[in-house]
């Protein structure tokens, strides 16, 4: 299980709060958690890391949970807080996994420290404006543009709301829709309206500006991902992120081995931990 929250500060001051979940001395992996969520997200990935021999380290980023908010932040200054945090804990090389919100904050520290990132590993990736418009036609284009315009507002909306229910929330109330295979289990429910709990006791700010990062330019290419091994988890079924963003990232993202399960829902990752841990650790050790 985890130890206490920690903390470490980083150059412009802020504190970053992190958790370590699985083996001390094994294999390296900095966590990073869904839209939105929370280091405890970790927890469902603890028992698989000390099965495959890995130290997993799940980071709140700014603004959620015991994270300081970064004002205009941008997706390419989370690598820079992901080194700091490395830096502090003696950790020179080491593989990233994100899911959901947290894929592309993995592909950012890919783009920009291939020199200590061991691998890339994308779970029910959230989508860049170029994945989202990609294979749609016209009328889908024109709406989908729109939508992307609108994503400050609807990102507010989206964020207040979910900020305001979530101290309210109890598990029943966990949306099915989300991944059926998974949330039907009340102990991944419970456990997970936990985590949101904790992760938007500050507010909904990080989750609003999480949305319009994913909703404008990046900062880096798919190709400038590719410069680390990448490894590609994404459900067919998926209705939160459509499948179609994790094969256009497979398909644009240079050696990317991408697995897409069968009827696997947004939270594939509760039941795929085992295979997901076992990839980034057997990068690790190259």
Not at 198 to 214: E, Y
Request: glycine letters at 12%.
């Amino acid at each position: 299980m985890a130890n206490e929250t920690a903390f470490v500060t980083l150059r412009d001051g802020r504190k970053l709060a992190y958790a370590e979940y699985g083996r001390r001395l094994g294999s390296p992996v900095f966590y990073f958690h869904g839209t939105p969520g929370g280091l405890l997200e970790g927890r469902f990935l603890d028992e698989a890391a000390r099965l495959q021999d890995v130290r997993l380290i799940a980071v709140d980023r700014p603004g959620y949970g015991s994270s300081d908010f970064k004002k205009g932040r941008r997706l390419t200054d989370w690598p820079a807080d992901v080194a700091d945090l490395a830096d502090a804990l003696g950790i020179e090389r080491f593989g990233v996994v994100g899911l959901s919100g947290g894929g592309p904050h993995a592909q950012a520290c890919a783009a920009a420290m291939p020199e200590r990132v061991t691998t890339a590993a994308i779970v029910s990736g959230a989508g860049s404006p170029e994945a989202t418009l990609d294979g749609r036609g016209r009328i889908g284009r024109l709406f989908t543009r729109a939508v992307l315009a609108l994503a400050p507002l609807l990102a507010w909306f989206a964020a207040m709301w979910t900020a305001f229910w979530a101290p309210r929330a109890r598990e029943w109330m966990m949306p099915r829709s989300i991944d059926r295979t998974v949330t039907k289990r009340r102990e991944v429910r419970e456990a997970f309206v936990e985590e949101v709990r904790a992760a938007l006791r500050p507010g909904g700010r990080a989750m609003t500006q999480d949305l319009v990062l994913f909703s404008r330019p990046w900062g880096f290419t798919p190709q400038a991902v590719g410069a680390v091994p990448v490894r590609l988890w994404h459900g067919d079924a998926d209705r939160v992120v459509r499948v179609s963003i994790g094969r256009y990232f497979a398909r644009e993202i240079p050696g990317c081995r991408a697995t897409f399960v069968p009827g696997g829902g947004h939270l594939m990752i509760v039941d795929h931990a085992g295979e997901i841990m076992a990839a980034v650790r057997d990068a690790a050790r190259g």
